[in-house]
């Protein structure tokens, strides 16, 4: 059972940026591979993923567009996580379980053969294993963060063999809601073992992961697919930014951090003001991004501690809103990325060379940030005994990495890992496509089998 056309694989993400982009990554590469790609997510959503699409890849993905209920409490333009206020991400899973009906119309009409959706989505393989159609998870983050949260699940009493990733005690109790909730979203309909092909795709390298990628495979009892680190093209990123360039360009090589959140973490008011004398107290040069939650239009200077940007002068460029931060990290000036830790800014990172300050906040930021002290490419901030940031460690460390010789140790650790992926990630995703082609054979073939009779 041959087929002469090419296979078309539906990708469905979870709907915040942090997961939408690697997936358009991995759609990217799938389509470099010769497959046909619909991507879907809620409106909202597409208008921004169509600006990331290059016109070389418009033929080959289709963007699907996923209708959501319109909640009361949830109305069309809160239909992404991006931005979207901690304390309604559970009404936004509960407006995706009750689209089951249209994914199902959907998935019919586009006819895939295989679905990779989110681990966040696990009712998803419910819905397709009814079409037959084949549904593989994806998991956005790191192996190590997924092997530690799986053993959390599956061995809550046994303790974590790796000792490097032994979270601090302020943030045990954030890991421990992760898994709470996580359990909570998991949905008892899709546990039967006939709707999972058993395979998981996750985007990292065995160069960076490979004992936790082993771990994990043995936790879930899934085959874990490496596809390498998922790393946004820096010219894609968006435009109005030539005033930033130009800044940039008039500082010296190494010299400046960039100091960013990620697209879905905002600083509480306390985090906010240590940030920002922490940055003070460095001496060093920064590009801050300070983002608000959707409906707060607090202006930089209500938000910022008073007389700030008078002290920092021309030292410091504060943006509101969004950077672009792909381009920002490639430019010869910057020197360090003080970063929440989302799995995609740590890719980014790596990808370039640049050695990160790890101040992470919430969900799997803690034990991404223990990884990448780990391997030898980030120094962390750490916190008081009650999870507080304080502005004299902030500054501490962004001196290190800047002018201190720890820097220098980073960044030479960063580069090599860097290059050395750029290698892995080709290798990782050759193999993991010619699995996903073997999953698109052995559906097509045992749907021919159905249509024969010969069951
Ligand atoms: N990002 C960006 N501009 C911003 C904030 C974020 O381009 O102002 C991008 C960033 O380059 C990365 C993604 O958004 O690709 C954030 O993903 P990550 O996993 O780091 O964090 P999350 O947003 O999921 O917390």
Redesign the pocket.
Known sequence: CTKSTKWKVFLFPWL???HI?PFLELAKKLVDRGFLVDLCSSSINLSFIRTRIPETYCSSIHLVELQLPDLQELPPHYHTANGLPLHLHSTLQKALKMSKPNLLNILEARKPDLLIHDVKQLWTAGVASTLDIPAVRFFTSCAAMCSYFSHLFVKPNVEFPFQALRLHPYELTKAHKVVKEHREDDDPEVRAPEEFTGVMLIGTSREMEGKYIDYMSEIIKFKVLPIGTLV?DPMT?VDGNMEIMEWLGKKDKFSTILV?F????FLTNQELEEVAFGLELSQVNFIW?VRFPKGENLSLEEALPQGFFERIGHRGMVMGG?????KILTHSSIGGFVS?C????IS?SIDYGIPIIAMPMDLDQPMNAKLLVEIGVALEVLRDENGALHREGIARVIKDVICGKSGENLRCNVRNLGKKLRFKNVEDIDAAVMELTQLCHEKNHSSWIRVMGME
């Open positions: 915040a940026y942090g982009s946004q990123s960013s990620g697209s879905g973490y991004v969004w950077a672009p931060q792909a929440h989302g799995w995609n800014s980014e």
